[in-house]
């Protein structure tokens, strides 16, 4: 059984085609759709003008504000061009006459360009939210209007109001702060490509029934509960492999983060299982390798993206949330999601471990039943 499953995972390696599909394109999809929708750590703001005193307040209450990255910048068109470059998230463009108008009680326009994105409408609120804040004082001066600019600032500024007091209190564990674009693209693809790789590798087992291999391990004493148990274990050691390139990958290029460990390797193991008896069933009843490749494609994009591996899952309507968890895809992004988000452990990873396996058991064997057929046909 083992040498069975070792030889299916050296025609996986030896095989050169498999570079790209295997190892280089997932990690550059993760890149490409982490760089897309926000990059990783704090989105990054760039700032223009900013000199007098009132406009160095604002910059600096942006920069304290603790979410977000300041970045100075020249001018109105380097901060555009490094926003249509993806570099910045988005920009702040504070008037050169910014001080002088307050002060003269003159509206201020404050333009802030962006992306169509949800991390620059993100910060967009986080922005407004702290301009309003700085600007109360001069806003409440402009109401008053009686007496000079800075006087009427400082008077307001030592004003205390009576209100209602707004108490915060945290119950349950503690949540994670910030789960980055990096590590929802890289959930995404890896379920993504470990069933796809696993569908498109069911082209090697029909190989193996094509060229007489099976038939020539038939014919050694070797038990068929053997052969088919060494033929599983090759497919989800292919799928184990793609996972953990993917993973590793990830983790080393773009710092992505996986929750805890046993969580994330229990989830890993189970989505592989999934995959694994998918991949012995398509074997099975695909009659060539052309059309298994075809079948892969299509099962494997079609199924990742009902499942929310294309598109998240939180922008499912109700109706089609039911759907997608009729894919194994759906419960393992579920899955991952607690880890990331809820700071799950793999205890509170059960209800998808289990629904996973249930998908693995009914496709391994219905696999297992379909190739002893097909290879003693």
């Known amino acids: 059984m083992i040498a069975i499953a070792w030889i299916n995972l050296i025609r996986l390696v030896r095989d050169r085609t498999n570079i790209f599909p295997v190892v280089i394109f997932p990690i550059v999809l993760i890149l490409v759709f982490g760089i897309s929708f926000g990059g990783t750590g704090r989105p990054r703001l760039g700032v223009t003008g900013g000199d007098g005193p009132l406009a160095a307040e604002l910059v600096a209450a942006l920069a304290g504000s603790g979410e977000l990255e300041l970045v100075r910048v020249a001018d109105e068109a380097e901060a555009r061009d490094a926003v249509e470059r993806g570099s910045l998230t988005a920009a702040l463009l504070i008037p050169a006459g910014y001080d002088r ?11 802030y360009v962006a992306r169509n994105e949800p991390s620059a409408l993100q910060l967009g609120a986080a922005v407004r939210s702290v301009v309003s ?92 509960r053997a052969i088919l148990l060494g033929e599983a274990a090759g497919r989800v050691g292919m799928a184990l492999t793609q996972g953990l390139v993917i993973m590793l990958g990830s983790g080393l290029l773009f710092g992505v983060r996986w929750g805890d460990p046993i969580g994330a390797g229990a989830l890993l193991l189970a989505f592989s299982l999934v995959g694994g008896g998918a991949a012995m069933l398509l074997g099975a009843v695909a009659r060539t390798a052309q059309q298994a490749v075809s079948v892969g494609l299509l099962a494997g994009l079609g199924l990742a993206a009902i499942g929310g591996a294309m598109v998240p899952l ?64």
């Open 101 to 111: 108008a307050l002060a003269a009680y003159t509206p201020v326009e404050l333009p």
């Open 133 to 224: 804040r700085v600007t109360m004082a001069a806003r409440a001066a402009a109401y008053v209007r009686e007496g000079s600019f800075p006087d009427l600032v400082a008077r307001i500024g030592r004003i205390s109001v009576p209100g209602v007091t707004v108490e915060s209190v945290m119950t349950g564990p503690a949540r994670p702060v910030q789960v980055s674009s990096f590590d929802i693209a890289a959930t995404s693809q890896l379920l993504l490509f470990v069933f796809l790789t696993s569908l498109t590798g069911a082209s090697s087992l029909i190989e193996t029934r094509l060229l007489g291999v099976s038939r020539r391990m038939y014919a050694s004493p070797v038990s068929s």
């Open 314 to 377: 939180d922008l499912f309507t109700g109706p089609m949330r039911q759907i997608a968890h009729l894919t194994p895809h759906a419960w393992a992004l579920d899955g991952f999601a607690e880890l990331l988000r809820g700071n799950g452990t793999v205890a509170d990873v059960v209800p998808q471990l289990g629904v996973l396996a249930l998908f693995a058991a009914a496709l391994l064997a219905l696999g297992s039943w379909r190739l002893r057929a097909a290879l003693t046909r």
